[in-house]
């Protein structure tokens, strides 16, 4: 079983971010982290006993690092009397370079994290002033350091597909993080989230996001630079040295079971998807007054199963086995978009830039996909 | 009502020339329509020709007018419309009358269209009342728009009338006029009935409904008609006139105009032109009909959504009935699937059909770029009549490829007489005569390719002269051209929709605006796709799609599936609704907007 914790705050909002996550108060927070024990105590006994022991461990954000590394630690300890960590347990908490220091990725570590996914972003202080981040390119290595220094496994968040200036960077940020040794990367392009102030500036016209034919080629570059550098591609945005992929980041591309706590959490548990509303505030009114937390709930029918295997599938390096696609794939093959091989299929990193084309190409005509 | 005390009259008017707002006034005078009620130009009943200010459809309306001591008169005004492409129907009206007042705009002076409609009404031997409108303009020049109508006629410009119908000033004197001067209908009403069908329409309750114009007999409720032309029986469920709404009546005698119904619902089989008699006391021989309305004008007309393709059969069908002119056959597009080829008259008549689909019938469409209809002998003698360029034959199998030309008379202040000489050398035109009518207007006369006119000819004409030339024309058959059938090709795949045949000369041209608009409009597919335009299989133009670079999600949030895959059900649906050309997917927006952008540039 895998747990994600949901933690929605964050100190300031990026000019990118359209994530649920929103800045607020200590008492919040105080009364949101009393909701999610509450929450994940009356989860773990309805989930089954053996659903228990934690595969994995994600405590994700927001910005999960508001917390100290010993409140972690003390928060996780509350989390592990409802669930089972085992030895190989993984256990990952997202950091912002801005917030820690030493002692906090130690007192983390000593408190059951194994693996620091780090939001770094970008090594350039233009770039990280123009998406509004917090931190500066320094921060972001020596957190990096120390977060490495604490013997724990690091992941670094890149962004790419920057407007202009930051695109040069792209390629140096990657080079500079790759040369701290981290064990894991995540190449995120930069999309447009609607309402965004930096939606909002490109609307302006004050900045322009690259066009299609740039962010591929940087793409396909970044790519190749992290192939070299001994950084396995296992997913669209996601590299690593051998044998420290995110166990729980496959975990949702392979459909295995996670359960998702806190607001606007989602759960995958004997083939039904639900989740949290994403309201903080409603959420904890839910749990207080004992009522429902579901946003939404669905049932997965077995063609609706089918399908999500292809679209999650395909989005990994492991791919799909190919007498899952009813489709004939020649065409696809022939463009070098996809690879067969041992009765699977996956897509080429050029194939993985169009996947949204490819995988609607793929499903079954069927309306199998719909959603609640 | 004794037959001397009818009159049978229409109004000639160029558009704009104020021919509504005069029957406006004559409804308000006869106390047709009572003043304060009055809606806005009454005889324009539908929405559409409101909107665009022009007459469709021809109709009747009759008022009653004393005269002096109690003569009392009944004035049937029927309407005819205005525009070039409706020619054929101002034809029909003047053969349902006696007289026409000829109206003229002070401040514009005569246009090409009313010189050739006064031609056909005078040929049609009825009696003209020259009529210059507008005298309340500061910019009216009544004097030398009295001497061009006083010289079109042949009559002394003293006769000519002045009125400004929009005050009401001198139109009492035209009523008058239009009682002594236009002569009371003859016509024997004790013999068999013939009565001719010169406009129709539908009603959702009574069926086809037959605008007439009684020459012999009578024609009452009860009666079983024939329609002699077509062999159609039937008997006539009603007799009436409008006044201005439907009024219905025992019967209508010679002399007489209005309407009958017969209950028969298929469009298809009342003809305007027809002659109606009586079952029971047939008439010998048909009425002089009118010449059947020769569409010049073809476009392929597709609903947007497939499943509407009945729906826009029955459309056609009912507007059919009461626009006569219109044709249509059946056609299967690859790249739009199941529609019809539809024949018109001219540009705007493609504009009000296409609109009228629209708004009356709800309907979205697609129309292709306007094509006129070319005559193809081939190498082994034969004729054949290609009105879609995609039947065009093998270019290996033509002899010769002829196109439709018309007359043209060209009306325009000196000035612009350059400009407008230029712009028939530029559409291919046959300069011939050229004859100064008055200090303010010289006639001039060329031989255009019809195919030229139906794309913007008309504007340019306009826009060249600051809006004083106009334009007249009448057909006079086929010439040879040096024409080529261009094809587009999506990814080496012929799109029947752009084909189009074209002057060689200008087939490059063409070619590359096509291929340019096309590579904006088509998405990026996943490989690169070329746009050729190509001339049998020699390609004139080219242009590339490039390969689909970018379609990705980087990012799911904490195990957010749901969003990814609503975003991927909803490209997958979008997908279905591809039309595809080979292994192209090609969005039927994408079809649409080449298209609407094509017709205003299609080939010289
Ligand atoms: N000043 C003035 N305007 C007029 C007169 N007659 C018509 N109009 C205007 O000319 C325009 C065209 O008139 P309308 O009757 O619609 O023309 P139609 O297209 O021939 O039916 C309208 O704006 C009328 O108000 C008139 O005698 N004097
Ligand atoms: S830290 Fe992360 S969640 Fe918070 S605003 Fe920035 S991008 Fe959004």
Redesign the pocket.
């Known amino acids: 079983m895998r747990l994600y914790i949901h933690w929605p705050f964050?100190v300031s909002?990026?000019a990118y971010?359209d994530?649920n996550?929103r800045v607020a108060s200590r008492e919040l927070h105080a009364l949101y982290h009393h909701a999610l024990i509450t929450e994940i105590e009356n989860r773990s006994r309805c989930i089954g006993e053996e659903r228990r022991d934690l595969g994995s461990l994600y405590l994700g954000?927001?910005?999960p690092s508001i917390m100290k590394g010993e409140e972690v630690a003390r928060f996780l300890e509350e989390v592990f009397r409802y669930f089972r960590r085992g030895p190989g347990t993984e256990v990952t908490v997202e950091v912002?370079p801005a917030d820690w220091c030493a002692g906090d990725f130690i007192q983390a570590r000593e408190g059951g994290v194994n693996r620091f996914s780090m939001?770094v972003q970008s090594l350039s202080d233009d770039v990280l002033a123009f998406l509004g981040r917090r931190h500066s390119a320094n921060q972001a290595v020596e957190a990096m350091r120390s977060a490495l220094a604490s013997g724990a496994d690091v992941s670094a968040d890149l962004l790419c597909a920057l407007p202009a200036a930051g695109r040069l960077s792209a390629s140096d940020s990657l080079s500079d993080v790759l040369d701290l040794g981290p064990h894991h990367i995540s190449l995120y392009g930069l999309t447009l989230e609607k309402s965004t102030p930096l939606a909002k500036r490109v609307e302006l016209g004050e900045v322009a996001l690259p066009g299609e034919d740039e962010a591929a080629d940087e793409y396909l570059a970044l790519v190749s630079t992290l192939g070299e550098r001994g950084y396995e591609q296992y997913e669209i945005s996601n590299f690593s040295r051998p044998g420290y992929e995110s166990r729980h980041n496959l975990a949702y591309w392979s459909r295995e079971e996670y359960l998702g706590v806190g607001a606007g959490a989602h759960s995958l548990i004997a083939e039904r998807r639900f989740s949290n509303r994403s309201s903080v505030l409603q959420y904890i009114e839910n749990i207080k007054s004992g009522g429902s937390t579901l946003e939404s709930y669905e049932v997965l029918n077995l063609s609706e199963r089918e399908s999500e295997e292809i679209m999650l599938g395909l989005r990994t390096t492991a791919g799909v086995r190919e007498e899952l696609v009813g489709h004939s794939v020649d065409g696809l093959e022939a463009l070098g978009l996809i690879v067969r091989r041992l009765g699977r299929i996956r897509l080429t990193p050029s194939g993985m830039l169009v996947s949204n084309t490819i995988i609607a190409g793929l499903l079954p005509d069927v309306d199998s996909l719909r959603c609640a | 009502m004794d037959r001397n005390n009818i009159r049978n009259f229409c109004i000639i008017a160029h558009i704009d020339h104020g021919k509504s707002t005069l029957a406006d006034r004559f409804l308000e005078i006869t106390h047709t329509v009572p003043s304060q009620k009055m809606a806005n130009q009454y005889l324009d009943r539908m929405e559409l020709e409101r909107e665009r200010g022009i007459t469709i459809k021809a109709q009747a309306v009759r008022m009653h007018y004393s005269l002096g001591e109690g003569e009392e008169y009944r004035l049937n005004l029927i309407d005819t419309p205005g525009h070039v492409d409706f020619s054929y129907e101002v034809s029909r009206s003047l053969v349902a009358c006696e007289g026409a007042i000829l109206l003229v705009d002070a401040s514009q002076g005569i246009e090409a269209q009313t010189v050739g409609n006064a031609y056909l009404a005078l040929e049609g031997g009825l009696t003209i009342i020259p009529v210059v409108n507008k005298i309340d303009l500061p910019a009216a020049d009544f004097e030398d728009t009295a001497m061009e109508l006083a010289d079109l006629l042949g009559v002394d410009s003293g006769d000519v009338l002045a009125v400004s119908a929009k005050t009401g000033e001198g139109v009492e004197d035209l009523l008058r006029a239009v009682v002594q001067e236009i002569p009371p209908p003859s016509g024997d009403p004790e013999l068999p009935l013939r009565a001719l069908v010169f406009d129709s329409t539908y009603d959702v309750y009574k069926g086809v409904i037959a605008f007439v114009r009684v020459k012999e007999g009578l024609v009452s409720q009860g009666m079983k008609a024939l329609f002699m032309a077509t062999g159609v029986k039937s008997e006539i469920n009603e007799v009436g006139y409008f006044s201005p709404d439907m009024i219905s009546c025992q019967d209508l005698e010679a002399g007489d105009v209005g309407y009958i119904s017969t209950g028969i619902k298929d469009v298809s089989r009342i003809k305007v032109g027809d002659t109606i008699t009586d079952q029971k006391r047939q008439a010998a021989d048909l009425l002089p009909g009118y010449q059947e309305p020769k569409p010049m004008v073809f476009a392929g007309v597709y609903p947007i959504e497939a499943d509407d393709f009945a729906d826009l059969g029955d459309a056609l069908d009912k507007l059919k009935l009461s626009d006569s002119a219109l044709t249509y056959n059946r056609e299967n597009s690859r790249a739009l699937g199941f529609g019809f080829r539809c024949g018109f008259l001219g540009l705007l008549h493609m504009e009000i059909v296409q609109e009228r689909l629209d708004r009356e019938y709800g309907l979205q469409l697609v129309v292709t770029s306007p094509t006129v209809v070319y005559e193809v002998e081939t190498r082994d003698a034969e004729v054949v009549f290609v009105r879609n360029p995609s039947d065009m034959p093998d270019a290996a199998a033509l002899k010769e490829v002829r196109e439709p030309y018309v007359q043209a008379t060209i009306l325009v202040p000196p000035d612009y007489m350059g400009n407008i000489l230029e712009l028939v050398k530029e559409r291919r035109g046959v300069y011939q005569e050229m004859v100064y009518l008055s200090g303010r207007r010289v006639e001039i006369r060329c031989k255009l390719p019809l195919a030229e006119i139906v794309v913007d000819f008309y504007d340019q004409l306009k826009s060249r002269s600051r809006g004083y030339a106009s334009l007249d024309y009448e057909h006079i058959g086929f010439l040879p051209g040096n024409l080529v059938k261009l094809d587009i090709l999506i990814n080496g795949e012929p799109v029947d929709a752009f084909s189009a045949i074209v002057d060689r000369n200008h087939a490059h041209d063409y070619g590359k605006k096509i291929s340019q608009r096309l590579r904006q409009l088509i998405p990026r597919q996943l490989f690169d796709v070329p746009v050729q335009a190509a001339i049998g299989g020699r390609v004139v133009a080219r242009e590339t799609i490039k390969a689909k670079r970018k379609d990705v999600l980087s990012k799911c949030y904490g195990g957010d599936v749901t969003r990814k895959k609503k975003l991927l059900e909803k490209q997958k649906e979008g997908k279905r609704r591809m039309k595809m050309v080979g292994k192209v997917e090609i969005p039927q927006e994408a079809f649409i907007s080449a298209l609407r952008a094509t017709r205003e540039e299609t080939p010289k």
């Open positions: 964050c909002r990026c971010c994530f996550s954000g927001g910005t912002n939001g």
